[in-house]
């Protein structure tokens, strides 16, 4: 590797990877004196978040602090391209270059900064993960707790102005993957300025002890229950794993352990790493302390200004369509998501403004929910009001014929 080109040689940008190219940064930013630097993925098959968010991150760093100038050079795989622009990773890394725009996907990378901002990434990110699969029991919950926590805490412990956070949802393989990261101060320096007792200790020491109960640098502001909370729910979910990286160390939780070890180059900052079984109930009153959030996944989205046991859904608002299957399908999995996660609530459909739907989409949406939730799991957990004449009459005509179907299906 010579002068300021960094070229590629793995097929894979994983966290090893992300490591090499820091090193390489490293020599050439702050030992050559160099100002601007090329780097060349063209050899790239595959970029996981582990690799390309810690990298953008970093070259963020570089810019803002040292106004280095970067070249991507962009992969030649087709398919490695689409994924990297779709996740938004090359737009990040090529920040300010025309050749990635920055796409508004959900499932994408996003930077945010300041807490309202925060919280709209949330809502959003709470739809998208609603739409895209059926979850076990407490999943969503534990979901919608952890990422709260961990991307709260870039708000009030980094001290500085931006994060960035992606969630990804793999149906077919029923993992979710949850990427926090900050280009900040750090665990380890904030545990040390408040526990002067750590100040000789590793880094990979103060990130274990940050992750213990009650423990927290700003006692004025926190109780130190993030961490901890989020580590139990990754413990709880059967093949879940967590791992922390800040500064020169790095707190894994896999196969069953908790790995302590040091890292090096450091992380100037942390990364929360997060993935998920979405197959795998977890018990979240069991790891938040026999302390159940103290508002059910979807209150406020559904559960505000209706009566107790009641859930109220507006479909108008759930799309801008009622014409397709693929629409039906996510807004199927919503429902089968509100329900699990309120067992005894009353979902109420409600039709307003709705004045035509069609039979495809009824299909996907009633006629499979019927079967799936069975005739009178339907009647008992579902009520559907303002609905037109039309509207009834389609659902009505698509329930019986999925009802028919599914009775031949039987007797084959
Ligand atoms: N993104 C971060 N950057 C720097 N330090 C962090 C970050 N996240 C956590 N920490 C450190 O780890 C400590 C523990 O975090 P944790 O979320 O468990 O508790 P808390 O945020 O202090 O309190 P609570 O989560 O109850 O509001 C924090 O007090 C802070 O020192
Ligand atoms: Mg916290």
Request: contains cysteine; charged residues 20%.
């Amino acid at each position: 590797m010579t002068g300021n080109r960094f070229v590629c040689r793995h097929s894979a940008l994983n966290w090893a990877e992300f490591q090499t190219i820091q090193k390489w940064l490293h020599r050439t930013v702050e030992e050559q004196g160099f100002s601007d630097a090329t780097i060349d993925l063209a050899d790239l098959r595959q970029a996981y978040p582990n690799g390309a968010v810690p990298l953008i991150v970093l070259l963020d760093q570089y810019r803002q602090t040292q106004g280095v100038d970067f070249d991507i050079v962009p992969p030649s795989d087709p398919l490695c391209l689409r994924t990297m622009t779709e996740q938004n990773y090359l737009g990040y890394l090529a920040a300010g270059k025309s050749h990635a725009a920055v796409s508004g996907r959900p499932n994408a990378l996003h930077q945010f900064t300041g807490d309202s901002q925060l919280n709209d990434l949330i809502d959003q990110q709470i739809h998208q993960v609603l739409e895209r699969a059926v979850y076990a029991e407490g999943v969503l919950q534990s979901f919608e707790w952890a990422l709260n926590e961990v991307a709260g805490n870039v708000l009030v412990h980094a001290g500085v102005d931006v994060g960035w956070l992606q969630v990804v949802v793999h149906p077919n393989s029923r993992h979710m993957a949850i990427a926090v990261a900050d280009g900040g101060l750090g665990i380890p320096a904030n545990i040390r300025s408040a526990y002067k007792e750590f100040s000789g200790k590793r880094d990979e020491d103060a990130i274990a002890f940050a992750l213990q109960e009650g423990i927290t640098s700003r006692p004025d502001f926190g109780q130190g229950k993030g961490l901890t909370g989020t580590l139990e729910i990754a413990k709880s979910n059967l093949g879940g794993r967590i791992a922390i990286h800040s500064q020169k160390g790095k707190v894994e939780w896999l196969d069953g352990r908790l790995r302590i070890a040091g890292d090096f180059p450091p992380f100037t900052g942390t990364f929360v790493d997060i993935q998920l079984d979405t197959s795998q109930p977890i018990a979240i009153e069991k790891a938040l302390w026999g302390k159940g959030p103290a508002f059910p996944f979807n209150e406020n989205f559904y559960g505000q200004d209706t009566r107790v046991g009641e859930m109220k859904f507006l479909l108008s608002e759930e799309a801008s369509s009622f014409g397709n299957r693929p629409t039906a399908v996510k807004i199927r999995n919503k429902v089968e998501n509100l329900l699990v996660s309120a067992p005894n609530d009353v979902l109420v459909i409600d039709f307003q403004n709705i004045d035509l739907i069609a039979s495809s989409f009824a299909d996907e949406l009633f006629g499979k929910l019927v079967i799936a939730l069975g005739f009178v799991g339907f009647l008992s957990r579902i009520r559907i009001v303002n609905i037109n004449k039309f509207c009834r009459g389609i659902i009505d005509d698509v329930v019986q014929s999925r009802i028919v179907q599914s009775r031949s299906n039987q007797n084959e």
